[in-house]
């Protein structure tokens, strides 16, 4: 029998976090069945699961001894009225062993593969053959669990970074699973990344896996080493997942300053140098607060993973899976603070605690348990 965890929102604003039966999966030609064992929490599974997630509190969901019904007020379900009354699967990203192949498919039987946006919050998962990542042998599907949303986040970070002609990156809420990856990949491909952070002992934990620049921004003097760093490194590329806030407008500030600290020339319109910031995450649920006090060349926009992936195309991307396969254990490396079922999942201590998880405390769900 599978099972998946559902989200789903009714007109009164009422949120039902359930686990569903169903039968398991026949793999079609060229498809496989994976017996999902291992599956992180992210922030975009918690987007699909509540939605708004700076909402889940205890006082809000009561306790796994004493739940209360999760109810969105009027204005809030009037922002989500395309997902009412829809039952959304959810897991962007799992691993486990492949029990059922196709025709074309039947190497893959038993061995440990990842699967990328496949809703793997499941028992079991049939899915086309070439949308898995083969790990190599002696990979766990523990190994695998985060081989695809941080990976390839990452990977794709520094092809924009090639892509767009930019020379350095600037990451924020840098000390995360995430950016601990990218300040690994960056120090491999030589290439220079400025690391913001808010706090000393990630100062710290950067420094000793081999970022050259962290700058911590809950010192006074922030923004001076924010501006030389950005001149020693010539960064005009930032990736920004708090989102809401002043960050945005502190790094293009510093961009700006940077710039101009090496000029001579005045102009009313600023710098010529066109400064980037895009912001992939939303830490903060704050508007983004812009001074526009950096001339009229920069830009601010979203970003996602899977339009770079495309661009990069099918031979570019078969790099990222096999890079990925290659060095699971090492650069791409993940630790979890703690495992859970589906039907745990659904607990209101639990919930609690995976959607505010910050740095070191990522939970992860095995369906099989």
């Not at 070439?130 to 520094?158: F, H, K, R, W």
């Not at 767009?164 to 699973?177: C, L, V």
């Not at 706090?199 to 620049?213: H, N, T």
């Amino acid at each position: 029998m599978n099972q998946e965890l559902r989200s789903k929102l009714d007109e009164k604003g009422l949120l039902e976090l359930s686990v569903h039966s169903s039968d398991i999966p026949k793999p079609g030609k060229g498809e496989v069945v994976v017996q999902i064992e291992a599956a992180p929490i992210n922030p975009s599974d918690v987007a699909v699961l509540f939605g708004m997630s700076n909402m889940i509190t205890p006082a809000l969901i009561g306790t796994t001894a004493d739940p209360k019904p999760l109810v969105y007020p009027p204005a809030i379900l009037g922002h989500f009225k395309r997902r009412v009354g829809k039952s959304l699967p959810s897991g962007n990203e799992g691993s486990g062993t492949v029990i059922d192949a196709g025709e074309g498919a039947e190497h893959l039987k038993g061995k440990v593969v990842a699967l990328f946006g496949a809703n793997c919050f499941a028992k079991y998962r049939c899915v086309p053959a070439q949308a898995c990542i083969v790990m190599n042998e002696g990979t766990t599907a523990l190994d695998a669990a985060a081989s695809c949303v941080n990976p390839y986040t990452v990977l794709a970070m520094v092809e924009t970074m090639k892509l767009e002609g930019h020379k350095a990156i600037i990451n924020t809420a840098a000390a995360s699973n995430l950016g601990q990856m990218l300040v690994k990949v960056c120090k491999s491909d030589g290439i220079a990344l400025i690391n913001i952070v808010r706090r000393k002992e990630q100062v710290d934990l950067l420094k000793s896996i081999g970022a050259s620049y962290v700058v911590n921004s809950s010192e006074e003097s922030f923004k001076d080493d924010l501006i030389k760093a950005i001149g020693e490194t010539g960064a005009t590329l930032a990736f920004e997942c708090i989102g809401g806030g002043s960050m945005t407008n502190d790094i293009l500030d510093a961009m700006e300053k940077s710039i101009l600290s090496k000029q001579e020339a005045y102009s009313v319109y600023g710098s010529v140098t066109k400064k980037q910031v895009y912001i992939y995450g939303g830490l903060s649920q704050q508007p983004t607060v812009l001074n526009r006090s950096y001339g009229m060349y920069w830009n601010v926009g979203g970003w996602l993973v899977t339009p770079i992936i495309q661009r990069v195309g099918p031979e570019g991307f078969a790099k990222m899976k096999k890079r990925v396969a290659d060095e699971i254990k090492t650069t791409f490396k993940s630790e979890f603070h703690k495992t859970i079922s589906l039907s745990e999942a659904c607990e209101p201590d639990n919930i609690a605690a995976y959607v505010k998880a910050g740095s070191g405390l990522k939970y992860l769900v095995n369906p099989q348990l």
